[in-house]
């Protein structure tokens, strides 16, 4: 072990870490939840799918990131009826977007969200409305754990464009009123 990193262990050892205990997708549900945005936990992919039947209105077009098999394997699964789709590369992004998240960061109540094949960054930021399906098993303690399994998932190839949401967007900047949604969902 070099000197530097010797350094940056004995740092690394003595830095406070958040400490988050019990269910982390519950404190990933509340963390949202104070930051404005909606979480809705399902049991399986079948109540995840019958969820966004239910959450679509009839006459909106729903875009998807066309390149995620476990989204594609949701939305064929048997349920009710699904307004029309369509992938994101080919939309205007009006409409409900869908996409899935890299992880969920309890601490935070941040997505980490990335541009990939069929899923542009813009489907995230310029829809109506966004929905992001995380597993279970992807919600992550803290931002350390987000960031092992970054290096874990893309070793050197990290995307330029990650980014932790967390919460809709919202401004108190015109007229100090505050207002949600006013840089899209």
């Given amino acids: 072990m070099s000197t530097r990193d010797a350094a940056y ?13 019990g269910d982390v997708v519950e404190q990933f549900m509340a963390q949202l939840g104070k930051q404005g945005g909606q979480c809705h936990r399902v049991r399986d992919d079948g109540a995840a799918r019958a969820w966004l039947a239910s959450l679509a209105r009839a006459d909106e077009t729903l875009i998807l990131s066309t390149e995620d098999r476990w989204l ?20 205007p992004l009006s409409g409900l977007a869908l996409t899935t998240a890299i992880a969920a960061v309890a601490e935070t109540g941040s997505l980490l969200l990335h541009p990939r094949a069929g899923a542009p960054m813009g489907l995230n930021f310029l829809s109506d409305r966004l929905v992001v399906l995380v597993r279970a098993a992807d919600v992550l303690r803290n931002l350390e754990d987000l960031w092992v399994r970054v290096r874990a998932e893309f070793g050197v190839d990290t995307p330029r464009a990650l980014s932790l949401v967390s919460g ?13 949604g006013v840089h899209g969902p």
């Fill in 9 to 21: 262990a004995a740092i690394a050892a003595t830095r406070p870490r958040v400490q988050v205990t």
């Fill in 72 to 91: 594609q394997r949701v939305l064929t699964l048997p349920g009710p009826a699904l307004p029309r789709c369509v992938p994101a590369a080919s939309s």
């Fill in 168 to 180: 809709p967007s919202s401004s108190g900047d015109i007229g100090m009123q505050f207002a949600t």
